[in-house]
């Protein structure tokens, strides 16, 4: 595996290694975990060549945000991107992707706006900025996302159609912990406590799915078992629990066939993110 930070050394790399076969990306702020590692290990099984970015993106992190204390671990992120597979790991620097005089951001309007876009404004521009500059210069066959980030995958599919770019898009499954919780690099800041309390965000969107098993169809009472559920944790706080359209993440005010239920939650002083699929199951 080489590990390079320039632009252009990347470009060269990929260059050859385009000639040769077909190149996966893996886009990532690092601290590595399985989640990331599972991306990896998809990608280099279906793709020739794995490039793999590690660059925590100043631009997607509000002022008041976790930017300055977000887990940084570049040794053990190297061992572990070797060990998944990665043939290239790029580790840009801020100065190259964000010269002085840097002036262009890509907006994703409509799909950028609900949910995340609510609480993190500003957010989804950091990220389809970065997404767009690191595709612009990898030019990979494939681009591998996890579904953990849902809103993300969304906005970033939208962006690849807009902005024509010859890139196909694979969202992978989440990776939890053995009691639900979705592996993130930010559950290494959650004290003990709120580890335990965290598990509550899964064992809440499994709660709504068990009751769209057993029929209940209404959007206000399936986020009401959520809510409920969350509520139940002293100092847990919610920033929005919706029932979405798959697609447009619109929301909706029945199930019909599929859903997507997305949460946000505040535990301690982390903010943590999940989500499922919600499917009616067929007589
Ligand atoms: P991040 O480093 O948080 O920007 O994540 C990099 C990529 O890994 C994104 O596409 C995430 O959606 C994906 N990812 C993060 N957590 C998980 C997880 N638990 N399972 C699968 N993919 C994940």
């Known amino acids: 595996m080489r590990v390079v930070s320039s632009i252009n050394r990347v470009r060269q790399i990929l260059k050859s290694a385009r000639s040769n076969g077909t190149i996966a990306f893996v886009p990532t702020m690092g601290a590595l975990h399985e989640g990331h590692l599972s991306l990896m290990k998809k990608a280099k099984a279906e793709c020739d060549f794995l490039v793999v970015s590690l660059f925590v993106n100043p631009l997607q992190f509000g002022p008041t945000e ?3 204390v977000y887990p940084r671990e570049l040794a053990s992120d190297r061992k572990k991107a070797h060990s998944a597979g990665a043939d290239l790991l790029w580790i840009p620097s801020e100065k190259d992707l964000y010269p002085p005089g840097f002036q262009s951001t890509v907006t994703v309007s409509k799909i950028s706006q609900p ?3 609510i609480f993190r404004p500003d957010h989804f521009k950091g ?4 997404v767009a500059k690191l595709l612009q210069i990898t030019r990979p066959d494939r681009l591998y996302l996890g579904q953990k980030d849902y809103q993300q995958s969304c906005v970033i599919r939208q962006m690849i159609r807009d902005l024509h770019f010859e890139t196909q898009m694979r969202v992978c499954a989440t990776c939890r912990e ?5 592996m993130s690099s930010r559950n290494a800041r959650l004290s003990t406590k709120a580890r335990e309390n965290a598990a509550i965000l899964y064992r809440a969107l499994q709660a709504a799915k ?3 098993r057993s029929g209940e169809r209404d959007a ?3 986020i009401q078992t959520v809510t409920s559920l969350l509520e139940s944790i002293p100092g847990l706080k919610y920033d929005y629990v919706a029932l979405c359209d798959i697609e447009t993440l619109e929301p909706l005010e029945r199930l019909a066939d599929c859903a997507v239920l997305l949460a946000a939650i505040h535990i301690g002083r982390v903010r943590l993110i999940d989500n499922i699929r919600l499917k009616i199951p067929k007589k």
Do not use: M, P, R, Y
């Open 115 to 117: 949910w995340e876009g």
């Open 178 to 182: 053995k009691d639900g919780l979705a």
């Open 127 to 130: 990220v389809s900025t970065i």
């Open 220 to 222: 206000k009472c399936i």
């Open 66 to 68: 976790d930017f300055k």
């Open 210 to 212: 068990n009751q769209v």
